[in-house]
Structure formats: structure tokens, C-alpha cells
């Protein structure tokens, strides 16, 4: 399959909330998400990008700006959240190449972390590795710690520790979001039990946690549909 991964353009953005829309089964909820960090006033720059098969865009990613309150001063890092792709167009690889070049793109901003909250199995395997024990500790306790992860880019250095703070933006949305965001598919019956789904993981009743594979998300937990990036 022959996919191109470009910046996202203005005339794109139709139909990037219709992609999330398909792909996360929501009311548009997340492409609410994506419209209000485009504009939001932040320390870096939004980076976007979309996936294209013959002109159609296909999959997108945001990275959004976010703080790490390390010892030494504030470091302006980003936040990998949404990541989707067309459910007729999943299984292709798209999201591993929009991964890759996300944190290409993060890098040659001269960042040095960039952060998510997702499945350890797709994400670790795309450059990512577990957060809290490299140093960091995430911006909530309703995290669970495997879903915490980063990525190390080029200009880290080691005092580059701390807090992942969200920005205020990504909050907001975030737990404007969380009344929908609840466990689709594999719904978790003992604490424990499920896969990973895109996000923070949620537990889907007190104790258990419901799987994510696509897509990093930060309030009271929040599990999204599994279907946003099936790869």
C-alpha cells in the first residue's frame, strides 16, 4: 500500500474529524479534542500529521504541548494524543508509520520527551518505553504504570526527570470527554483481565482495567475504543 505521511493541512481537517469519529465510534467527541489543540495557546507549536492512500487521508496523529517538571527548570515537552486511523485501512502499518514520524517530527523540534498514555505492547515497540521507571511520574494516580510511557529523544539529558504536567487544553477536553469513554470491546470481569485500550486504560467496573491500543488519553482514566488503530 502505497501511504504518504505529510503535515496536515487546513483543507484536511474535515476529514480528520470524520476519521476520528469512524474510528473511535464516538459523537465527535475526540475530534473536538483535535479542534481545540490546533488553536490552544501553548509553549510549542501543535504537530499534525495525516497518513494519505491516493489522496484519501487515512490515519492522523496530534502532538500536543505539555510541561515536565524537572529539578532544574520547566522542559517544554509533547504529548502523543490522538492517534487513529480508518477502520477499512487498519492492519496496513499506517499508525506505526505515523508514530515513527511523529517522533521524527518531535525531535527535529529539538524537544527531548515526548510522552503518552497507551498500550505497552503496541507502543513499546515503536520507540516507547515505560515512564515510571525511567524517572517520570505521570500527571494522575488513576494511570495505571505500564501506560505511562515516553519516548527519549536527542537533546534529553539526564537531569530530564520529573512530573509530566498536561497542558490546560488537553485536560479540559479530556474530562470533558471522560462520561463516554468506557470499555467497547473486551470488557474486563476480574481485576486485571482485558487488553490494553487506546488511552489511559479505565478500569471498566472498580478494580480491572479494560484495554487500548491506539491512543493516549489523560483523565479519571479514560479507556477508548480498541478500534482506532488496529494494527
Known amino acids: 500500500m502505497d501511504v504518504r505521511i505529510r503535515e496536515e493541512h487546513e483543507a484536511d481537517h ?3 474529524s470524520s476519521l476520528h469519529t469512524l ?7 475526540v475530534a473536538r479534542l483535535v479542534d481545540a489543540l490546533r488553536i490552544a ?3 510549542l507549536p501543535p504537530l499534525s500529521l495525516v497518513a494519505a492512500v491516493h489522496g484519501h487521508v487515512t490515519g492522523h496523529v496530534m502532538l500536543s504541548a505539555s510541561r515536565l517538571d524537572a529539578p532544574r527548570r520547566l522542559v517544554d515537552v509533547y504529548v502523543l494524543s490522538p492517534l ?3 477502520p477499512a485501512y487498519q492492519r496496513n502499518g499506517i499508525g506505526t508509520q505515523l508514530v515513527r514520524h511523529a517522533i521524527g517530527a518531535a525531535n527535529l523540534q529539538g524537544v527531548p520527551r515526548v510522552f503518552l498514555e497507551g498500550s ?3 507502543y513499546g515497540t515503536r520507540g516507547f518505553d515505560r515512564a515510571d521507571t525511567a524517572g517520570f511520574r505521570s500527571p494522575s494516580l488513576r494511570i495505571p504504570p505500564p501506560a505511562f510511557q515516553v519516548a527519549r529523544l ?3 539529558e539526564e537531569w530530564m526527570t520529573g512530573t509530566l504536567v498536561y497542558s ?3 485536560w479540559a477536553q479530556v474530562c470533558a470527554i471522560r462520561p463516554y ?3 467497547r470491546i473486551n470488557r474486563p470481569t476480574t481485576p486485571g483481565d482485558g487488553d490494553w485500550v487506546s488511552g489511559v486504560a479505565v478500569p471498566a467496573h472498580p478494580r480491572s482495567f479494560a484495554p487500548v491500543t491506539v491512543f493516549p488519553f489523560g483523565c479519571q482514566n479514560g479507556a477508548l475504543a480498541k478500534k482506532a488503530t488496529e494494527e
Open 14 to 16: 474535515e476529514a480528520v
Open 23 to 29: 474510528a473511535f465510534g464516538d459523537d465527535g467527541r
Open 41 to 43: 495557546k501553548a509553549s
Open 84 to 86: 487513529s486511523v480508518l
Open 120 to 122: 505497552p505492547s503496541y
Open 154 to 156: 536527542s537533546r534529553y
Open 168 to 170: 490546560e487544553t488537553f
Open 181 to 183: 469513554l468506557s470499555p
